[in-house]
Each structure stands twice: as structure tokens, then as C-alpha cells.
């Protein structure tokens, strides 16, 4: 598509349930990330696919985070037992992944709010 | 890990004053980006700088790459109320993932 898409926009959940983000990058873009953004705050990077590499887990905050990109293209972000804490805005970026040339375009945000 | 500062953390100013905030790192990046984020947006890119001591403009923004590779700022010249919002530097370092900074949440009174 022409720009980075992800679903849902906004996500009421209960304390304790699961919940999948999706996050659908520009057309041929090898690179992924998702960050995490609480209210009127900066952007805590969760994790980083780049091609067929290992991906970068380093940024994921507990074990009940985990995220998976099918084919080179979509990615699901999955919380397990969601806590009051996770409430916050998701977002996903992609880039062409080419060297020196690391420009990200990032989606709109899942508003993910627990209750 | 690589650590971005960036200042000021917030701005209060008025509509026609300039704006000025910078990031500063303690390692050498080989690409500074700016970014603006809109309420209930994500963030959008302003201005990409692949060289020591670039300096490139954008309409009223301008933003430089230090010479030193471990800086950059960025300015905006006769703000108006549009320009609220967060604004973000990021920096990549060889082959490795952007790091980006805080944020400066910038407010505009009319």
C-alpha cells in the first residue's frame, strides 16, 4: 500500500486477556519496527525485523511480548495476559532497509487502553 | 546502547518567535533524521542529513548535522500554531537499528 496501515486503531481490552496488533508495511519494504508510546511520551522501541535476520528482540519488555512478520511483509504484535500498564499507543514503521538510507514511515498507532 | 539527548524536553513560546532544539550523542552517527508527530498521529519526517556538517532546509524548518557526526539541531523560523506538536530526532549508525530521542513537545500560543 501507500503507507504503513495498522489495525486496530483502538483496542479496549481487559485486564488479563490477550491482544494482536497488526501492523501492514509499505510494499517492498524489508525493514520493520515496532515502538511503544505512552501518553505524552517518547518512543520505547519493542523490536526490529530486517530481512530474513534474526530480528532485533532487545526493546520487548517482558516475555508476555512477542512479534512475528510472515512472508517478509505483515507483522502481528501479540501481549499475552495484558496488564494496565501496556495501555499505551503501538506504533509500527517501515523503511526500504537500504544502507544510509534508514527513513521510517510510520503508521497511525493502535491505541491499546486496559482495563 | 547508543543514548540520544535532546533538549529542551518541552517549549511554551508564541506565534511568530523562532524555535531552536538539538540532540547530542556520545557516539558518532552517520544519519540524523527529524520527525514531527501530530496529535493522534504517527510521526512524519521532516528532514534526513547524511553528512557531516550538512545544513538543509525545509519551507521554514532547518536542521543541520554537527560536524562532529554526534549532533544536530533543528529550527523553526516564525512559528505558527500548526507547528504544535513532538518533535523527534533519530540517529543510525552503520548497519544498525534508528535510536531515536525523547522528544521536545512544542507549544505555539496564538
Known amino acids: 500500500g501507500a503507507g504503513v496501515s495498522q489495525s486496530p486503531s483502538n483496542k479496549v481490552t481487559e485486564k488479563g486477556k490477550d491482544v494482536e496488533l497488526r501492523c501492514d508495511p509499505i510494499?517492498?519494504?524489508?525493514?520493520l519496527y515496532w515502538y511503544r508510546q505512552s501518553l505524552g511520551q517518547g518512543l520505547e522501541f519493542l523490536i526490529y525485523f530486517q530481512g530474513n535476520s534474526a530480528p532485533d528482540k532487545s526493546g520487548l519488555p517482558s516475555d508476555r511480548f512477542s512479534a512475528e512478520r510472515t512472508g517478509g511483509s505483515v507483522s502481528t504484535l501479540t501481549i499475552q495476559r495484558t496488564q494496565q500498564e501496556d495501555s499505551a499507543v503501538y506504533l509500527c514503521?517501515?523503511?526500504?532497509?537500504?544502507?544510509?538510507?534508514?527513513?521510517?514511515?510510520f503508521g497511525a498507532g493502535s491505541r491499546l487502553t486496559v482495563l | 546502547g547508543q543514548q540520544l539527548n535532546q533538549s529542551p524536553q518541552s517549549m511554551f513560546i508564541q506565534e511568530g518567535e523562532d524555535v531552536s532544539m538539538n540532540c547530542t550523542s556520545s557516539s558518532i552517527f552517520n544519519t540524523w533524521l527529524w520527525y514531527k508527530q501530530d496529535p493522534g498521529e504517527g510521526p512524519v519526517l521532516l528532514i534526513a542529513l547524511y553528512k557531516a556538517g550538512e545544513l538543509t532546509s525545509n519551507g521554514r524548518l532547518t536542521a543541520q548535522f554537527g560536524i562532529t557526526r554526534k549532533d544536530s539541531f533543528l529550527n523553526i523560523s516564525a512559528s505558527i500554531p500548526s507547528d504544535v506538536g513532538i518533535y523527534f530526532c533519530?540517529?543510525?549508525?552503520?548497519?544498525?537499528?534508528?535510536?531515536f530521542g525523547e522528544g521536545t513537545q512544542l507549544t505555539v500560543n496564538p
Open positions: 533519530a540517529g543510525q549508525r552503520g548497519g544498525s537499528r534508528l535510536t
Open positions: 514503521a517501515s523503511s526500504s532497509g537500504a544502507p544510509g538510507a534508514n527513513v521510517l514511515t
Open positions: 510494499s517492498g519494504h524489508t525493514a
